[in-house]
């Protein structure tokens, strides 16, 4: 059974970092798309960062220029690498992925909390 489990988030003032870790077993990130969501409280959910399996990123015109998503093939797990960061980042932030074929995104991680705040 694939499952996705998320390490890293906090709290940190603006303008710092933070890198979220996500840990997959029972399958390859390598061979699925893998993406990081956020919520944020009373918004919608908005995908931030994906990787497809060839390695191709896309990210959101909100964190564009400050987050990196990355994979370690040899740990299976991928990372989000958030830099300069904002009140406005403040949001429970979920690992997700799909296979390649599919259009919706059935594995979830459990989530963590990221505050930003002076």
Request: glycine share 12%; aromatic share 8%; hydrophobic share 30%.
């Amino acid at each position: 059974q694939e499952q996705l489990a998320q390490s890293g988030g906090g709290s940190v003032q603006p303008g710092g970092s933070l890198r979220l870790s996500c840990a997959a077993s029972g399958m390859r990130v390598s061979d699925y798309v893998m993406g990081w969501f956020r919520q944020a409280p009373g918004k919608r959910r908005e995908l931030i960062a994906s990787i497809t399996a060839g390695g191709t990123t896309h990210y959101a015109d909100s964190v564009k220029g400050r987050v990196t998503i990355s994979r370690d093939n040899a740990e299976n797990t991928i990372y989000l690498q958030m830099n300069n960061l904002k009140p406005e980042d403040t949001a429970v932030y979920s690992c997700v992925a799909r296979p390649p074929s599919w259009s919706t995104w059935d594995i979830w991680g459990q989530g963590t909390q990221v505050t930003v705040s002076s």
